[in-house]
């Protein structure tokens, strides 16, 4: 089964691996030092990362390192960018009446 990035984002737990990943690369066992839950656990979110593609892995002798993928995060800024602009207007069409108000208000 091929899944996408916005499956990797959907659980809290792979939330915070990306988050941790991306000050540094990290090993299984480190990652999972900072979750109440098994070293198996932490193993399976790291394979749908990187089933995602969000995590890249590099062998350095016995240890695998996962690391960010940083191209693949930016499908997610792609996808928000469109709900920005609607935000960004939004918030101009209320800037702009706001405006109008306190100007309505002062010629009283």
């Known amino acids: 089964m091929r899944r996408d990035i916005f499956q990797a984002i959907a659980d809290p737990t792979r939330r915070a691996i990306i988050a941790l990943i991306a000050v540094q690369a990290m090993t299984p066992n480190a990652l999972a030092a900072h979750f109440n839950t098994s070293r198996q656990a932490v ?7 990187t089933e995602c593609d969000v995590l890249s892995q590099q062998q350095q002798g016995r240890e695998i ?12 800024d792609q996808w928000l960018e469109q709900f920005r602009k609607i935000w960004e207007q939004r918030f101009d069409q ?11 208000k002062n010629e009283q």
């Open 43 to 49: 193993s399976k979110h790291l394979q749908i990362l």
């Open 65 to 76: 390192y996962y690391k960010l993928q940083m191209d693949k995060m930016k499908e997610i």
């Open 94 to 104: 209320l800037d702009h009446l706001l405006e109008t108000l306190k100007s309505n």
